[in-house]
């Protein structure tokens, strides 16, 4: 079975600095991440991806992730946050092949940039 | 070019009633996928249907089922309605039945359902 850990429910981070979203998961064979926003009321917006390549992703918005296969962990990452980057971030996974091609997200993230 | 598209976007039903909801997806996309999410949560999958065939279904009970037109919109439909089944339904597309495009997968903004 496929699983995502979200282990911070709130991240409050200052505009101007850095922000990380940390997302750690575990599948059976190389997986496919993704990362989605979501703002109050609406659905998900794709962020970005990770199939295959270059470990460092570069998304939607400044945003960007690294794939670290030994500590099984997708972190977004920004390196300057704007209060308008305030939302619920998912992070999800998925198998490339099998049945299972359903998207296994997280428990999200609340990011709040303070003015 | 439209994204995806449900209907209703808000929805109040009754202990013990049933509900349809309904997904277009983008111009092209012939996959179409639901989840469930409950507030407080992330999204669970519900079911993913390509080129009108079921392809997946998530953990939920017969209650919930769903099907896929020619056109590729989709309807869910959920039975005998529980107060648990409040949640914001949503439907994702994609071109692909595996989600490997560009963007993966496209969500709708989701129908808000409350049963009371």
């Known amino acids: 079975a496929q699983s995502v850990a979200q282990p911070e429910d709130q991240v409050n981070v200052a505009e101007g600095n850095p922000l990380t979203v940390k997302c750690t998961y575990s599948v059976s064979g190389n997986p496919y991440l993704f990362w989605y926003v979501q703002y109050p009321n609406r659905g998900l917006q794709f962020l970005l991806k990770?199939?295959?390549?270059?470990?460092l992703v570069k998304g939607s918005y400044g945003f960007e992730a690294e794939f670290n296969k030994s500590q099984t962990s997708f972190h977004l990452k920004k390196p300057s946050a704007l209060v308008s980057d305030s939302a619920l971030y998912f992070c999800a996974v998925r198998v490339p092949s099998g049945s299972a091609r359903q998207l296994t997200f997280g428990s999200g993230t609340q990011l709040t940039v303070l003015p | 070019d439209a994204g995806v598209t449900q209907s209703p976007t808000h929805l109040i039903k009754t202990r013990g009633q049933h509900v349809t909801l309904r997904c277009s997806p983008i111009?092209?996309?012939?996959?179409v996928s639901w989840y469930q999410q409950v507030l407080g949560q992330g999204p669970q999958f519900i079911f993913q249907y390509y080129e009108k065939e079921e392809r997946g279904r998530g953990n939920f009970p017969d209650r919930f089922s769903a099907r896929q037109f020619p056109n590729y919109s989709s309807e869910l439909n959920v039975n005998a309605l529980l107060l648990g089944d409040s949640a914001l339904y949503l439907c994702?597309?994609?071109?692909?039945?595996?989600?490997?495009?560009?963007?993966?997968?496209?969500f709708g903004s989701g129908t808000r359902l409350t049963v009371v």
């Open positions: 990770y199939i295959t390549g270059d470990n």
């Open positions: 994702a597309s994609s071109s692909s039945s595996t989600g490997q495009t560009s963007y993966g997968y496209t």
């Open positions: 111009s092209g996309h012939k996959s």
